[in-house]
């Protein structure tokens, strides 16, 4: 049984970073396609970075040049790095693996 664990969800300014972490159990995440989506209010929930297996990126172009995936194979985790946060970015932010889903971890943004 797979199970997704997120973390490191907050109350940020803009302009701020933070941290998210997804920790992974029965399987790896070395072999598998690992991805982040987030969902505001009242909006439909979005994809907004993967990594495949051989280590390959992506990202929305909402995102890009500010938030950074990567994994640690050791650890079985995968982090999403985000900087230079700004409101809309305020969400609960999902760890996806095939049709495994993290419980969500709350990012806010605001002054």
């Known amino acids: 049984q797979v199970q997704l664990v997120e973390s490191g969800g907050g109350l940020v300014q803009p302009g701020g970073s933070l941290r998210l972490s997804c920790a992974a159990s029965?399987?790896?995440?070395?072999?598998?396609?690992m991805r982040w989506y987030r969902q505001a209010p009242g909006k439909q929930r979005r994809l907004v970075a993967w990594i495949l297996s051989g280590g390959a990126t992506y990202y929305a172009d909402s995102v890009k040049g500010r938030f950074t995936i990567s994994r640690d194979s050791a650890k079985n985790t995968v982090a999403l790095q985000m900087n230079s946060l700004q409101p809309e970015d305020t969400a609960v932010y999902y760890c996806?693996?095939?049709?495994?889903w993290g419980q969500g971890t709350q990012v806010t943004v605001s002054s």
């Open positions: 029965g399987s790896s995440i070395r072999f598998n396609t």
């Open positions: 996806n693996m095939h049709e495994y």
